[in-house]
């Protein structure tokens, strides 16, 4: 069974790790979604909040292409890292995979893909991790 | 609405530096005490008449590192606090030492701020962190997705954005401290090596080890320690912020610049001043598209034309609104804990028309903004 990179932040369907959704809180008194955990909302401050499957479609608000990659990345060098903005607001970074360089564009529209990612030699380091795929 | 009362007026009477760059023989301490020696013969004022200081620095270099670094100047047993505020450590430095004074507690305070670092991509989160599998923590990277956006939406081309690093390193070739001090093309820029793109290696401040420091003293206690007048500066305004979902990072961006345009306004309020009146701006340029966008928040220019003003050498010695005189974090470097209270020295040094070859005619009123992780803000407001 593969664990969730952040449980907090994505809930996988399935043993494999290849099905999951984002994680978000929605604001009961003014309707603001956060992505990832809160206690109060971010906007407000109200506590009432419940837990909800974000969108896994949105569109790419931004991009680069990481030539000097931070330490730790167990990924590809270079690699595309993708800001993609959900319908309900917030904007979630990840790596876009399965995309030339050339085929990048601003306000594309992306899709959720998870994949299973290991730090190198490093036992039962496995995790599903989030990831943008053009659609 | 300021939920801020000043009470006293607070003057800055003193500013130091360690000259920034990479000094392997020098640890933390020494760059911090020579820092802090610097600004207190600059002010005249002993350390033993020094009440509280307050020690900006980010890596961990043992506990109450403030503390063992000033033991070095004699244990006078006052109070020294270590401030932690990513890339505004030295900033908030100055801003607790502000507040100190002004509210009536202490009559002086020295700001204090100093860094060593590692090469290399800067992260911000713990080393097992979820983040490391993610690929986002990279502060360049951050500002390359911010870079593509705006060049996106206003049009800017990259020149213009490579104009700001060929402006920075213009100042700091008149600046002995400055880390980077050679001159170079916009065509340099643009050709140097791709970090995170549209960012190359020119774009994006080096890494770099330092010190700096100021003394402050409210203005009605000059006279008690003997302090010359006509070289303190006034701190009109000083503004500390974090992310504020309200404000215009309200667009969800990770990267927004728009969670300085809070701590701004809040400043202009508390110095009754507007953006007319600045006439030089010290800003967090860590990449050359943060200096336009401080620029921009900052209401110097309006939103998405920095790079216009940019290109009309508007922002440049000898513009109308000349920004990062010194040489700004891409050519003098980026001691986290140093940085902010580096865009006070030379505020200070603009404003006495102490800075020689850089001296912008006439400043008046200089504005200090830093940023760092976690959408801390500082905005400093200084006037003659
Ligand atoms: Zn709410």
Redesign the pocket.
């Given at each position: 069974m593969v664990i969730s990179v952040d449980e907090r932040c994505l809930r996988l369907t399935d043993e494999s790790g290849e099905r999951g959704a984002l994680l978000g809180m929605r604001?009961?008194?003014?309707?603001?979604h956060v992505f990832g955990p809160a206690t109060f909302?971010?906007?407000?401050?109200?506590p009432?909040?419940e837990e909800v499957e974000l969108s896994a479609d949105g569109t790419l608000y931004s991009y680069t292409i990481v030539r000097v990659p931070p330490s730790g990345w167990p990924g590809p060098v270079p690699y595309v890292l993708g800001e993609t903005e959900l319908p309900e607001g917030p904007h979630v970074l990840a790596e876009v995979i399965d995309c030339a360089h050339e085929d990048l564009r601003v306000g594309m529209p992306v899709t959720l893909a998870l994949q299973t990612v290991g730090m190198d030699g490093i036992e039962g380091s496995e995790r599903a991790v989030y990831k943008w795929r053009p659609v | 609405m300021s939920q801020f009362r000043p009470v006293r007026e607070v003057m800055v009477v003193g500013v130091g530096l360690h000259a920034f760059g990479r000094f392997p023989e020098e640890n933390l301490s020494d760059l911090a005490r020579d820092a802090v020696v610097d600004a207190l013969r600059d002010s005249g004022v002993p350390w033993s008449a020094i009440p509280v200081a307050y020690f900006g620095h980010v890596y961990y270099h043992g506990m109450s590192i403030g503390e063992t670094t000033l033991a070095q100047l004699g244990l006078t047993g006052v109070p020294i606090i270590n401030v932690e505020n990513a890339c505004s450590s030295g900033s908030t430095a100055f801003w607790q030492a502000y507040w100190g004074i002004t509210s009536g507690v202490f009559d002086m305070a020295l700001a204090f701020g100093a860094e060593k670092v590692p090469s290399g991509p800067v992260t911000v989160t713990a080393e097992n962190s979820p983040a490391r599998y993610i690929g986002g923590d990279h502060m360049m990277a951050g500002y390359a997705l911010r870079m593509k956006r705006y060049m996106e939406e206003t049009g800017a081309p990259a020149s213009a954005l490579a104009q700001v690093s060929v402006k920075a390193r213009q100042a700091a070739s008149m600046n002995p401290y400055a880390h980077r001090k050679e001159t170079y093309s916009v065509e340099d820029v643009l050709n140097s090596r791709l970090i995170a793109d549209p960012l190359t290696l020119y774009q994006c401040c080096p890494t770099s080890e330092g010190g700096a420091a100021a003394v402050l003293c409210a203005a009605d206690a000059l006279d008690t320690y003997g302090i010359d007048r006509s070289r303190a500066i006034r701190v009109a305004a000083a503004a500390l912020t974090s992310g504020n979902y309200n404000g215009r990072g309200s667009d969800h961006s990770a990267f927004s610049p728009y969670r300085t345009e809070p701590a701004a306004l809040q400043a202009y309020e508390m110095a009754g001043i507007g953006p007319e009146d600045v006439d030089i701006a010290q800003v967090h340029d860590a990449a050359t598209i943060g200096e336009l966008q401080q620029i921009e928040a900052l209401h110097l220019t309006p939103f998405g034309e920095a790079w216009r003003a940019t290109e009309e050498g508007r922002t440049a010695l000898g513009g109308d609104i000349p920004v990062n005189t010194d040489g700004g974090l891409l050519a003098m470097g980026h001691p986290f804990g140093a940085s902010g209270i580096r865009m006070v020295h030379e505020t200070v040094t603009q404003l006495r028309g102490e800075a020689g070859p850089r001296q912008v005619e006439n400043a008046r009123v200089g504005v200090a903004q830093c940023s760092g992780a976690g959408d801390v803000t500082t905005v400093h407001i200084l006037t003659r």
């Open positions: 604001c009961l008194q003014c309707g603001v909302c971010q906007s407000c401050t109200s009432d909040l | -």
